[in-house]
């Protein structure tokens, strides 16, 4: 039997299959309780593009200038009042957002309602912002892009917590000519954005954009130049200014290093753990440090064999960093997710330490040096978690394996959940369970 989806027997079900999203990184193919196939298979996508439901937690946002020159080219400016007089007109009446994305999943318009958009701007869903699956997770215009078929997402369908207040209804918009994806409609707000009557009137409108394209062929698709985020742009100052390496240790997922261009290469566990290690001790650490680190009392070591290896691929693969001798120290704009991390939470920044660390540092490496860097990141973080974060941040880390068991944050969680709020079931179910085995 389909559940409706707002209804609150479908969204408790949702709720419990985000705790099972660490079992994703160890088995890729398994169920996610009575989760809808279109959703689970997003969460997925989701889990491995960004590394875990505390992945980014705002989307990428062009500048104003590079929006302008998107709008400007883009096909669906000249129809907007189509667009305005089929959805927007009715929307704003209804207290939803009618938002209009690009093949990539930029938003290029977002109108409608304006106390829902206010409220939306708190989750970054503005003009300019990239909102496809890859920045954001699960949401409609994000999967209406990747499946290339109309969808509705429901509140805690989305991946990130930070949008299960919200409910979407998304349709393709296709180039009548070759068929191919130049954009999409959304409809985001309460219950009403995924009622029965939503999608037929996505539909409607997006048949009257294609009519209105038919008479009009659209140009062939460019190449365009990749607008740069105004969210990671580098700047002068701050805490990760001119770092454009960087290398993803935290979480289940294999060690990672993404080059200026973006693309991701996968780093070998040991050539991880050097790497980490040099980001963390900054200064440097001599010969005998980084050995006694990296081996511990370990007989047959070559820390001078394995430096050269990490040099080669360095060389190749990220020439613009490179390893100093006496001491070892990084020369280059690099950074490990897990510095990001732990400096965030010098900052106070509870939120942004999560959205870098997906999970414990590199945890299948026995490294003695690793091993402290993980309890060291594990005990902080937690220990902010508990003191200093608000509620979205402290059951985005509840959700994660190592809090599986962690009586304090269930309990912490209960006491900041709202009266009314569906978490509150799973979160008293987890203390009782974990009452019940301390008992």
């Known amino acids: 039997m389909t559940l409706p989806l707002s209804g609150p027997a479908y969204q408790l079900a949702v709720e419990r299959a985000h705790g099972e999203l660490a079992a994703l990184a160890r088995s890729p193919g398994r169920g996610l309780g ?34 302008r020159d998107v709008r400007q080219g883009h096909p669906l400016s000249p129809v907007l009042p ?23 999943g930029q938003l290029l318009w977002v109108e409608g309602d304006p ?17 496809s699956e890859a920045s954001m997770g699960t949401s409609a215009p994000g999967v209406a892009l ?58 409607a409108a997006a048949e009257a954009v294609h009519s209105a394209w038919r008479d009009h062929a659209l ?28 290398v993803r240790v935290t979480g289940g997922l294999p060690p990672r290093v993404a080059g200026p261009g973006g693309a991701w290469c996968e780093a070998s566990g040991k050539h991880a753990e050097i790497l980490t290690l ?68 010098r900052r106070g920044e509870v939120g942004v330490a999560l959205s870098h660390a997906a999970g414990p540092v590199l945890p299948r490496s026995a490294s003695p040096g690793i091993t402290e860097i993980r309890r060291q990141l594990e005990a902080d973080l937690r220990e902010s978690v508990l003191g200093n974060a608000g509620i979205e941040d402290l059951w985005s880390y509840a959700g994660r394996p190592e809090a599986a068991s962690d009586l304090d944050v269930w309990m912490t969680a209960l006491q900041l959940l709202p009266a009314d709020s569906p978490r509150r079931s799973l979160a008293v179910s987890a203390v009782e369970r974990l009452q019940a085995e301390g008992a």
Not at 161 to 176: E, F, G, I, Q, T
Not at 229 to 239: D, E, H, W
């Open 34 to 67: 009575q989760l809808r196939g279109e959703v689970a298979d997003s969460w997925r996508r989701s889990w491995v593009t960004l590394g875990g439901p505390a992945g980014r937690r705002e989307p990428r946002v062009v500048s104003d200038d590079a929006l």
């Open 82 to 104: 189509i667009i305005r007089r089929l959805l927007v007109d009715p929307a704003q009446d209804a207290g939803l957002i009618v938002a209009l994305g690009n093949a990539e």
């Open 115 to 131: 106390v829902a958009r206010r409220r939306a701007e708190a989750m970054g869903f503005v003009p300019g912002a990239d909102w």
């Open 146 to 203: 990747y499946s290339g078929r109309p969808v509705q997402v429901s509140r805690a369908e989305h991946f990130h917590p930070v949008v299960h207040p919200w409910s979407c209804s998304a349709v393709p918009l296709r180039d009548p000519a070759d068929g191919r994806i130049v954009g999409v409609i959304d409809l985001t707000g309460g219950d009403e954005a995924i009622s029965p009557l939503a999608l037929p009137l996505l539909s």
């Open 219 to 246: 140009p062939a698709p460019a190449v365009p130049a990749p607008a740069v985020p105004a969210s990671v742009k580098p700047s002068a100052s701050g805490p990760d200014a001119g770092r454009e390496v960087l």
């Open 278 to 345: 040099l980001d963390w001790h900054g200064p440097g650490l001599d010969g005998a440090e980084l050995e006694e680190l990296l081996y511990g009392h370990q007989a047959g070591t070559t820390l001078r064999a394995e430096m050269h290896r990490l040099r080669r691929f360095l060389a190749v693969s990220l020439p613009s960093v490179s390893i100093r001798s006496r001491p070892y120290r990084l020369d280059g704009a690099l950074a490990t997710d897990a510095v990001l991390a732990r400096d965030a939470l």
